[in-house]
Antibody, heavy 119, light 105 residues
Framework: QVQLQESGPGLVKPSQTLSLTCTVS??????????WSWIRQRPGKGLEWIGY???????FYNPSLKSRVTISADASTQDFSLNLSSVTAADTAVYYC???????????WGQGTLVTVSS | DVPMTQSPSTLSASVGDRVTITCRAS??????LAWYQQKPGKAPNLLIY???TLQSGVPSRFSGSGYGTEFTLTISGLQPDDFATYYC????????FGQGTKVEV
């Protein structure tokens, strides 16, 4: 059973960089054909895909966020990370990591972590 | 970008009802569509992928259909555990979600 767990600060100041890590267990982020995504959900709103990193390390980002997003991975620790720069209050959301992306559905999700952008 | 339009946004139903939720894509996405159920404070849970394939462990009262631009999620015999918000997700062109349908009493 694949499990994902997000970690990182729950509070980020405006204009700073939001950094989160997703640790994967029960599976490998380098498993052939796998994609690993970040998805967010603003309070009371719907779901927004942020981007993915593939098992080969290639990345693809939502065009609306592309200029501020970096996703990276560390196979040695089986985790992948999200950096979102120049945050504003509009980036306040629950951030989820999930397995899936590309031409794949999201079949495993982390529990989500709330990140609030506030001074 | 492929916007997804879900309807209705809210649906009032009773236990035992047959419930249908519709999702329309702005362009053809083939069968590259999934459905999720989300309960308050929880992550979404995959119900259906490839438009009509039931995810392992999901009750058979859930079914999906459609191809191209119009898709439906049907719950045949609503159970108390099914009151939740449902999202469609297209993965033909990166990923976009519908705005959600809240199924309430």
């Amino acid at each position: 059973q694949v499990q994902l767990q997000e970690s990182g600060p729950g509070l980020v100041k405006p204009s700073q960089t939001l950094s989160l890590t997703c640790t994967v267990s029960g599976g490998s982020i380098t498993s052939g054909g796998s994609f690993w995504s970040w998805i967010r959900q603003r309070p009371g709103k719907g779901l927004e895909w942020i981007g993915y990193i593939s098992y080969r390390g290639s990345t693809f980002y939502n065009p609306s966020l592309k200029s501020r997003v970096t996703i990276s991975a560390d196979a040695s620790t089986q985790d992948f990370s999200l950096n979102l720069s120049s945050v504003t209050a509009a980036d306040t959301a629950v951030y989820y990591c999930a397995r899936g992306g590309g031409i794949n559905w999201f079949d495993y999700w982390g529990q989500g972590t709330l990140v609030t952008v506030s001074s | 970008d492929v916007p997804m339009t879900q309807s209705p946004s809210t649906l009032s139903a009773s236990v035992g009802d047959r419930v249908t939720i519709t999702c329309r894509a702005s362009q053809s996405i083939g069968a590259w569509l999934a459905w999720y159920q989300q309960k308050p404070g929880k992550a979404p849970n995959l119900l259906i992928y490839a438009a009509s394939t039931l995810q392992s462990g999901v009750p058979s009262r859930f079914s999906g259909s459609g191809y191209g631009t119009e898709f439906t999620l049907t719950i045949s015999g609503l159970q108390p555990d099914d009151f939740a918000t449902y999202y469609c997700h297209q993965y033909n062109t990166y990923a976009t979600f519908g705005q959600g349908t809240k199924v309430e009493v």
